[in-house]
Structures are given as structure tokens and as C-alpha cells.
């Protein structure tokens, strides 16, 4: 008897290739539905399921392999003589491969005229029940679930076997198929009744990292399939270990502010700009008239802090841009696209890191950030919603310049970046001095403004939270600092306004914080 292959998927890519190459290894195949159109238009043989079962696909399609000649096929041992005679007493042909993809419930899902009984419809019964039988028995049948497993597949039947490390992995991966689906209608049905939420992860391993932030920590690198960082293309250099990615995350987001590869951010126009980021905290960001102008603008900014730092730039690298890379020791760089001339420059620099990341991996990813704590995991949305600058309140007595206006916007933009207490100083669309993640605020004010130096002197400051006193106006106005922004909301902030009116400077409320911890 010539071995038997069932096919139904919805996804119907390489499905033609897959089935001309278990014809010609001997097989005979059997359908259903669409499939078995595809494959009849296709001019291949075929049986339809119906045909197989003797028994009509009913309730609209909803029963079509339920049926013990699918089943029984499926999951019969074949060293099992028990299990031989039962399918030879009911005249049961087995079942040697199993192919099928489910209905499409995720894609369903995700049209926002979705009604809830077009949901519904679209979760398939038949189709998980044939993989997990498929993969329960998969000494005896190969299970596919993925058009991506068909070439190896394909290469071992032209080998004469389908060995049973083969066979292990592909039932592994047919129940997390399953599994994901399950989650995916969970999720949904969750979300339409209202009731209390629950957090599934489903994500396969992207890498196996040397270590995590220290060398006597495990860690491993989980992403989301063709979305965010994960589907980057990683173009040279060594692994990226735990902290590459931690710092590629936040020079990603960052950069992201002024578009990225070519799209505007937020209904503001594009601007080429480049990021410098160190230990999760950019230390040196500009604009510029294009990449590496740009570039050469985060590197001046505070060249000793970019020493062994990790570089995001959100329009092409090209061999000017290149030069400036190779000007000092960096970890990795992130942008959407490398030119030939930039990638033979760079090669000299076997070491760095290059991340190719199309702008639709970053729209594919979800805008969820998750957080571990001890025993359980912390969920919010990003914070990547675009500022609402006609919101903006001048709170002083003396307007912002247009030029004030226009740095005060661009510290803001990237003040929500900088780990809380967050203080930023810029003039011209660069960076001058950042102050983080200290325990008061005066100290990340005095931590920037150390760092800009002389250069402060007619720059701006921002703020990720209020003033809780006037101290950091009075340090900011010592220092040259003609404007500041912040969020407002102190019981105290007439203290500082009031010291902004006697110094002279310009002061904007935004009425939004933007913590970073």
C-alpha cells in the first residue's frame, strides 16, 4: 500500500512544491476544502477527504476530519498489533503525514471590523485536532505546520528517511502551534468579555547569550518572530550579548523620536539624527543634514562617555557616515540600511556589531513593555506617544524665543529617554549635557551642566518631572541656561516660576512627566 499524506492549510504558500515532492517519493494524497482545489488546479491527484471518509463534510464545513478514518490513520502504532488490527477490521488505510495550518483566527482578529461571530468562525477544530494527534504519534507520522519546514522536509524524503530527531522537532513545533492558537483565541475572548486579564507569552528563542548583565548569569534572547529587534539582520561582528541588546533597545527608541529611515515620528517631519547611548542612557544625541553629519554632532557631544557605546542612526549609513564609526572604539550600531561602501569600510572593524532593521519590523512589534519583578511580570503601554506641543503652557513672564522653542522641544523629546531624575541640556538640535538616574534632581542638573560646560551658556534645559523647589532654576541660570521645560504639577511651583521671572529666563509647562526607572 503507498504511504498517505493528508493536506489542508489556509496558508497556501509552497503547498504545490510540497505535494510534487511527496508524488514523486510515492505517495498519495488526500484533501479537503480549498486545498484540494488548489492541488486539482495544479493538475495533481488527489482524493478529498469526503471521498476517503465515505462520509460528506457537513454543518458547513465544520465537520470534515472529524472522522475515525482520519483519526484512526493518524494515531494508529504501526509496531502495535493491537493497534493493526483494529485499522485492517475497519478497513482504515494509515496515515503517514500529517500537513496543515490552522485558520487564519489571528489575522481575523486583527481587522478592526472584526464582528464576533466572524471570530468565531475562524477557529478551526478539525485542524488542531489532526496536529496534535499527528505530533502524539510522531514516531510513525510526520507532522508539518509551517510552509518554512517543507524544504527540510522535502531534503529528508529525497534522502529515502524522515529520521526521528526530524520527526521529535516538528512535533515539538506542531504544539507550540497549537498552543500559540489556543492563546491567541484565549486572549481575544478575554478581551471582548471584560473580564480579568491575563498575560500568555508565547515567544521561541531568538539566541542563547553568552551571559546575561554579568558572566555568572544565564540568559537567552526571546522576540516576537519578525517584529522589533529580533528581526534585525546582524551584518558583522560578534554575538550580541544581554546588555548589546538591553542598550540597542533604548538608542532604538531614542532615535526613533526624529523618524526613522526615512519616516516622519508622530506627524513631525523626518529629521536625520543619530544617537549615542551608554549603559541605557543616551549620552550624546543630534540632528544633523543627514547621517553623518548627524552622527559626527552625538559624537561631539561627549566623546568620553561615547568611548565603548552603542550608536542608533535612523537613516542610511554610507561610507561618510562609516568614517565617523571607525573614528573611535564602538559596540554596535543599529540602522535601516548599510551601503556597500559603508559595509566595506566597516569590515575593517571585524568586531563591531552592524543590526540592519527594516522600519516594518518596528511597526509589526507590540507596544507593550514588560517588566519581571520577583514572581511576576509588570505590563504598560510604551511611552512613545508624540508631544502635544500646542498644550504647552509659558508659565514665566518672559515668551521663549523661536529658537528657545525649538531646543526646548528637542531636550524634551529626549529627556524621556534619560533615566529618572532626568535632566537634559541642548541648544541647535544636539545634546550638550544629560544627568541621570540620580537620587535628587539638583544632582542630575549639576551632573548635565558639568558636562556642557561653557556651551550652556544660552542653551535650554528639560526636565522629566517637576521642581519640587526653585534650586535646579537657580543652578540652571548660574550656569547660562536661558530657558526650561518641565512638567509641572509641584505644590511649589510658584517658587520656581518666581525665580525664572527674577533671573530672566523663559519657563514651559508641559502638564505630561515622563519617568523613566
Same mark, same amino acid.
Given at each position: 500500500?503507498?504511504?498517505?499524506?493528508?493536506?489542508?492549510?489556509?496558508?497556501?504558500?509552497?503547498?504545490?512544491?510540497?505535494?510534487?515532492?511527496?508524488?514523486?517519493?510515492?505517495?498519495?494524497?488526500?484533501?479537503?476544502?480549498?486545498?484540494?482545489?488548489?492541488?486539482?488546479?495544479?493538475?495533481?491527484?488527489?482524493?478529498?477527504?469526503?471521498?476517503?471518509?465515505?462520509?460528506?463534510?457537513?454543518?458547513?464545513?465544520?465537520?470534515?476530519?472529524?472522522?475515525?478514518?482520519?483519526? +484512526? @490513520?493518524?494515531?494508529?502504532? %504501526? *509496531?502495535? #498489533?493491537?493497534?493493526? /488490527? &483494529?485499522?485492517?477490521?475497519?478497513?482504515? !488505510?494509515?496515515?503517514?503525514?500529517?500537513?496543515?495550518?490552522?485558520?487564519?483566527?489571528?489575522?481575523?482578529?486583527?481587522?478592526?471590523?472584526?464582528?464576533?461571530?466572524?471570530?468565531?468562525?475562524?477557529?478551526?477544530? +478539525? @485542524?488542531?485536532?489532526?496536529? %496534535? *494527534?499527528? #505530533?502524539?504519534?510522531? /514516531? &510513525?507520522?510526520?507532522?508539518?505546520?509551517? !510552509?518554512?519546514?517543507?524544504?527540510?522536509?522535502?531534503?529528508?524524503?529525497?534522502?529515502?528517511?524522515?529520521?526521528?530527531?526530524?520527526?521529535?522537532?516538528?512535533?515539538?513545533?506542531?504544539?507550540?502551534?497549537?498552543?500559540?492558537?489556543?492563546?491567541?483565541?484565549?486572549?481575544?475572548?478575554?478581551?471582548?468579555?471584560?473580564?480579568?486579564?491575563?498575560?500568555?507569552?508565547?515567544?521561541?528563542?531568538?539566541?542563547?547569550?553568552?551571559?546575561?548583565?554579568?558572566?555568572?548569569?544565564?540568559?537567552?534572547?526571546?522576540?516576537?518572530?519578525?517584529?522589533?529587534?529580533?528581526?534585525?539582520?546582524?551584518?558583522?561582528?560578534?554575538?550580541?550579548?544581554?546588555?548589546?541588546?538591553?542598550?540597542?533597545?533604548?538608542?532604538?527608541?531614542?532615535?526613533?523620536?526624529?523618524?526613522?529611515?526615512?519616516?516622519?515620528?508622530?506627524?513631525?517631519?523626518?529629521?536625520?539624527?543619530?544617537?549615542?547611548?551608554?549603559?541605557?542612557?543616551?549620552?550624546?544625541?543630534?540632528?544633523?543634514?543627514?547621517?553623518?553629519?548627524?552622527?559626527?554632532?552625538?559624537?561631539?557631544?561627549?566623546?568620553?562617555?561615547?568611548?565603548?557605546?552603542?550608536?542608533?542612526?535612523?537613516?542610511?549609513?554610507?561610507?561618510?557616515?562609516?568614517?565617523?564609526?571607525?573614528?573611535?572604539?564602538?559596540?554596535?550600531?543599529?540602522?535601516?540600511?548599510?551601503?556597500?561602501?559603508?559595509?566595506?569600510?566597516?569590515?575593517?572593524?571585524?568586531?563591531?556589531?552592524?543590526?540592519?532593521?527594516?522600519?516594518?519590523?518596528?511597526?509589526?512589534?507590540?507596544?507593550?513593555?514588560?517588566?519581571?519583578?520577583?514572581?511576576?511580570?509588570?505590563?504598560?503601554?510604551?511611552?512613545?506617544?508624540?508631544?502635544?506641543?500646542?498644550?504647552?503652557?509659558?508659565?514665566?513672564?518672559?515668551?521663549?524665543?523661536?529658537?528657545?522653542?525649538?531646543?526646548?522641544?528637542?531636550?524634551?523629546?529626549?529627556?524621556?529617554?534619560?533615566?529618572?531624575?532626568?535632566?537634559?541640556?541642548?541648544?541647535?538640535?544636539?545634546?550638550?549635557?544629560?544627568?541621570?538616574?540620580?537620587?535628587?534632581?539638583?544632582?542630575?542638573?549639576?551632573?548635565?551642566?558639568?558636562?556642557?560646560?561653557?556651551?550652556?551658556?544660552?542653551?535650554?534645559?528639560?526636565?522629566?518631572?517637576?521642581?519640587?523647589?526653585?534650586?535646579?532654576?537657580?543652578?540652571?541660570?548660574?550656569?547660562?541656561?536661558?530657558?526650561?521645560?518641565?512638567?509641572?504639577?509641584?505644590?511649589?511651583?510658584?517658587?520656581?516660576?518666581?525665580?525664572?521671572?527674577?533671573?530672566?529666563?523663559?519657563?514651559?509647562?508641559?502638564?505630561?512627566?515622563?519617568?523613566?526607572?
Amino acid at each position: 500500500m503507498a504511504p498517505t499524506a493528508l493536506l489542508s492549510v489556509s496558508n497556501k504558500e509552497g503547498l504545490v512544491p510540497l505535494a510534487q515532492g511527496l508524488l514523486a517519493a510515492g505517495y498519495q494524497l488526500i484533501s479537503s476544502g480549498g486545498t484540494a482545489a488548489a492541488l486539482a488546479e495544479a493538475g495533481l491527484p488527489v482524493t478529498k477527504v469526503a471521498q476517503h471518509t465515505g462520509a460528506p463534510e457537513i454543518l458547513g464545513g465544520r465537520v470534515k476530519t472529524l472522522h475515525p478514518r482520519i483519526h +484512526g @490513520g493518524i494515531l494508529a502504532k %504501526r *509496531a502495535d #498489533a493491537s493497534h493493526q /488490527a &483494529d485499522l485492517e477490521a475497519q478497513g482504515i !488505510p494509515p496515515i503517514d503525514v500529517v500537513v496543515v495550518n490552522l485558520y487564519p483566527f489571528r489575522e481575523t482578529i486583527a481587522r478592526p471590523d472584526v464582528t464576533w461571530d466572524q471570530a468565531i468562525e475562524n477557529i478551526d477544530i +478539525g @485542524g488542531p485536532a489532526m496536529v %496534535r *494527534a499527528a #505530533a502524539k504519534n510522531h /514516531a &510513525d507520522v510526520a507532522v508539518l505546520t509551517s !510552509p518554512s519546514q517543507y524544504p527540510a522536509f522535502l531534503e529528508a524524503l529525497a534522502a529515502g528517511a524522515i529520521g526521528s530527531e526530524l520527526r521529535r522537532q516538528l512535533a515539538l513545533e506542531a504544539f507550540r502551534h497549537t498552543a500559540e492558537y489556543d492563546t491567541a483565541i484565549s486572549g481575544w475572548l478575554g478581551a471582548q468579555l471584560g473580564g480579568e486579564p491575563q498575560l500568555q507569552l508565547t515567544l521561541p528563542a531568538r539566541q542563547s547569550l553568552r551571559y546575561g548583565e554579568n558572566p555568572h548569569q544565564q540568559a537567552t534572547w526571546f522576540a516576537q518572530p519578525g517584529a522589533g529587534l529580533g528581526a534585525g539582520t546582524q551584518l558583522q561582528g560578534k554575538e550580541l550579548s544581554y546588555n548589546n541588546i538591553l542598550d540597542l533597545e533604548a538608542a532604538l527608541a531614542t532615535v526613533r523620536e526624529f523618524g526613522y529611515g526615512g519616516e516622519p515620528a508622530g506627524g513631525a517631519p523626518f529629521q536625520p539624527a543619530a544617537v549615542v547611548v551608554k549603559h541605557t542612557n543616551p549620552c550624546g544625541v543630534a540632528t544633523g543634514s543627514g547621517s553623518a553629519h548627524a552622527l559626527e554632532r552625538a559624537l561631539d557631544a561627549d566623546r568620553v562617555s561615547a568611548f565603548g557605546g552603542i550608536v542608533a542612526i535612523n537613516g542610511p549609513v554610507d561610507a561618510a557616515t562609516a568614517g565617523h564609526l571607525t573614528s573611535l572604539f564602538l559596540e554596535c550600531v543599529v540602522a535601516p540600511v548599510f551601503e556597500p561602501a559603508a559595509r566595506e569600510l566597516l569590515a575593517a572593524k571585524a568586531n563591531l556589531r552592524l543590526l540592519e532593521l527594516e522600519p516594518a519590523a518596528i511597526a509589526r512589534a507590540s507596544r507593550q513593555q514588560l517588566r519581571s519583578v520577583l514572581g511576576g511580570v509588570l505590563v504598560q503601554d510604551l511611552d512613545d506617544q508624540p508631544a502635544q506641543e500646542d498644550a504647552w503652557e509659558v508659565v514665566s513672564r518672559r515668551q521663549p524665543t523661536a529658537q528657545e522653542r525649538q531646543d526646548l522641544a528637542f531636550a524634551w523629546r529626549l529627556v524621556r529617554h534619560v533615566r529618572s531624575n532626568a535632566i537634559t541640556v541642548a541648544r541647535d538640535g544636539q545634546s550638550l549635557g544629560i544627568g541621570a538616574g540620580q537620587m535628587n534632581r539638583v544632582g542630575s542638573a549639576r551632573i548635565a551642566l558639568d558636562t556642557a560646560g561653557d556651551k550652556a551658556r544660552g542653551a535650554v534645559l528639560a526636565s522629566d518631572g517637576f521642581f519640587p523647589f526653585d534650586d535646579t532654576v537657580r543652578l540652571a541660570a548660574g550656569a547660562g541656561i536661558t530657558a526650561v521645560i518641565q512638567p509641572g504639577g509641584s505644590v511649589r511651583d510658584a517658587e520656581s516660576i518666581a525665580a525664572c521671572d527674577e533671573l530672566g529666563l523663559a519657563m514651559v509647562v508641559t502638564g505630561r512627566r515622563h519617568f523613566l526607572h
